[in-house]
């Protein structure tokens, strides 16, 4: 099916590493990209392409490689970083698709 | 650098038509780059691709709007348009306009602020 499932919520401790999962059939086959959203605002691509960040996203933000599940991690968490993350890729049908999103609480 | 914003009705009554511009600003629509997207927000809740266009005309939605939605181009004005047929309460949503970047994955790179529409009587 194409769906891409997240985590509702995670948490990590204030300069601790978290990674966050998105799980995807179609993850085989197409690349995840991240996006960051804080309330009020609209999302933020930080990263795509297997690995690649943007200009201007801090490189404590890494993402998978290849395959399913897709990883968001974050090494040494800041209090900056607690937003929804979303991951987005492709359906069966190669239309946008995205995750329901994880909330990331920083202690 | 490159903006966009989204403008149009804030309220809009069930079953009428959504209608919403995105306005480009600080680069070109017309390039063979990029597509021009619209993705949604309820309240609490995901994002949902809406659909995209390329500066050409072609046009992408997603099936589960049922052939609702349209998305126009009007590359003299550097904007572009969606529209979207007898809507419902449950569309009640923060709608986005945002550049996809085939190049990076066909990834949303650049968005706009969003605008909250409210579907009611």
């Known amino acids: 099916s194409s769906e891409l499932t997240q985590d509702p919520a995670v948490s990590v401790a204030l300069g601790q590493t978290v990674r966050i999962t998105c799980q995807g059939d179609n993850l085989r086959d197409y690349y995840a990209s991240w996006y960051q959203q804080k309330p009020g605002q609209a999302p933020v691509l930080v990263i795509y392409?297997?690995?690649n960040r943007p200009s201007g996203i801090p490189d404590r933000f890494s993402g998978s490689t290849s395959g399913n599940p897709a990883f968001l991690t974050i090494t040494g968490a800041q209090a900056e970083d607690e937003a929804d993350y979303y991951c987005n890729s492709r359906d069966i049908s190669g239309n946008p698709l995205f995750g329901g999103g994880t909330k990331l609480t920083v202690l | 650098q490159l903006q966009l914003q989204e403008s149009g009705p804030g309220l809009v009554k069930p079953l009428e038509t959504l209608s919403l511009t995105c306005t480009v600003s600080?680069?070109?629509?017309?390039?063979?780059?990029?597509?021009w997207g619209w993705i949604r927000q309820p309240p609490g809740k995901g994002l949902e691709w809406i659909g995209h266009?390329?500066?050409?005309?072609?046009?992408y939605y997603n099936p589960s709007l049922k052939s609702r939605a349209t998305i126009s181009i009007d590359t003299s004005r550097n904007q572009f348009s969606l529209k979207l047929r007898s809507v419902t309460a449950a569309e009640t949503a923060a709608y986005f306009c945002?550049?996809?970047?085939?190049?990076?994955?066909?990834?949303?790179?650049?968005w706009g602020q969003g605008t909250m529409v409210t579907v009611s009587s």
């Open positions: 266009v390329y500066y050409s005309g072609s046009t």
């Open positions: 600080g680069g070109s629509i017309s390039t063979t780059s990029y597509y």
């Open positions: 945002a550049r996809l970047s085939p190049i990076k994955g066909d990834v949303f790179d650049i």
């Open positions: 392409a297997k690995n």
